[in-house]
C-alpha cells in the first residue's frame, strides 16, 4: 500500500522515533507524545525538510485526548491511512507486588491506548476502503518473562487484538498485524543491569540486541504490505527459536 499519511503513537524516542524516521522520506508523518515534548520537537526540526513531519501532544490513554491529536492530524493532513501504536510503558517486578494502579497504567497505556486511537482513526480508513495497522508488541507477549507478567499481559492483549481486528477489517481493505520485538537498544532497557544486558545478548542466537532502526524496518514492511495481515512478525535476533 502506498501510505499517504502515517499516524505514529509514541513517536518522539526509541522504537517510535526511529519508525517516524523511516516513514518520514516516503509519506506525511504525525506523531504523538506525551511527556517527552522537547524530543518531539527536535525530531520534528531533524525531518523538516520532508515537509510533513509534525508532532501532536496525545495521552493514549485518555479517550479525550486522543479525540483531539486526531481531529488536529485530519485538519493538518486530511486523515491518516497507516497506524502504527507504539506508545508503550513497562513495568518490572512480582506480580504480588504490583499496585492496582501500576497494573491499571500498563493497561491504560499498552491496551487501552491502542483501543482508544485505532476507534479514532477506522471511520476514515472503512471510508477510504484502504489503511495498514501494525500494534508493537512484544517477544514478551507471545513467550511471557518472569518478573514482567504485567507488561506481558498487556503485550499479549495486543497480539489478541491483532489477530481479531485482521479479520474484522479485511472486508474494508485494511490489514492489521503486529510486531514483537525482542530486546532492542531503548529507554526501556535502563532496567536492566549491565551483568543482565550482557546474559541477555549472550541467550540470543546473533549475539547482540536489537536497534530501534531495524525494528522500524519491520514496522515499514508491513505497512506497505497489500497482502499480508493477521500476522505477529518476531524481530527478536532468534531469541525464541
Not at 481531529?71 to 501504536?85: E, M, P, Q
Not at 479514532?120 to 511471557?144: C, D, T
Amino acid at each position: 500500500m502506498k501510505i499517504r499519511t502515517a499516524f505514529v503513537t509514541g513517536g518522539s524516542r526509541g522504537i517510535g522515533a526511529a519508525i517516524v524516521r523511516a516513514l518520514a522520506p516516503c509519506c506525511n508523518v504525525a506523531f504523538t507524545y506525551r511527556s517527552s515534548e522537547a524530543e518531539a520537537r527536535a525530531l520534528e526540526s531533524e525531518l523538516a525538510h520532508f515537509g510533513g513531519v509534525q508532532a501532536f501532544f496525545c495521552d493514549v490513554a485518555d479517550p479525550a485526548s486522543v479525540r483531539e491529536a486526531e481531529s488536529a492530524v485530519r485538519a493538518r493532513f486530511g486523515g491518516a491511512d497507516a497506524l502504527v501504536n507504539c506508545a508503550g510503558v513497562s513495568l518490572r517486578g512480582l506480580l504480588q507486588d504490583t499496585s492496582d494502579e501500576e497494573w491499571r497504567r500498563v493497561f491504560a497505556v499498552n491496551c487501552d491506548g491502542a483501543f482508544y486511537v485505532t476507534r479514532a482513526l477506522l471511520p476514515y480508513m472503512i471510508e477510504k476502503k484502504r489503511g495498514s495497522i501494525v500494534n508493537v508488541s512484544s517477544v514478551w507477549g507471545v513467550k511471557g518473562a518472569a518478573y514482567e507478567s504485567v507488561y506481558s499481559a498487556s503485550k499479549a492483549a495486543l497480539v489478541g487484538l491483532t489477530l481479531a481486528l485482521a479479520k474484522e477489517l479485511a472486508p474494508s481493505g485494511i490489514t492489521v498485524n503486529a510486531v514483537a520485538p525482542g530486546a532492542v537498544d531503548t529507554d526501556m532497557m535502563k532496567c536492566y543491569s549491565p551483568a543482565e544486558l550482557d546474559e541477555l545478548a549472550s541467550s540470543i542466537p546473533l549475539g547482540r540486541v536489537g536497534k530501534p532502526e531495524e525494528i522500524a524496518s519491520a514496522v515499514t514492511f508491513l505497512l506497505q504490505s497489500d497482502y499480508v495481515t493477521g500476522q505477529v512478525l518476531t524481530v527478536d535476533g532468534g531469541f525464541t527459536l
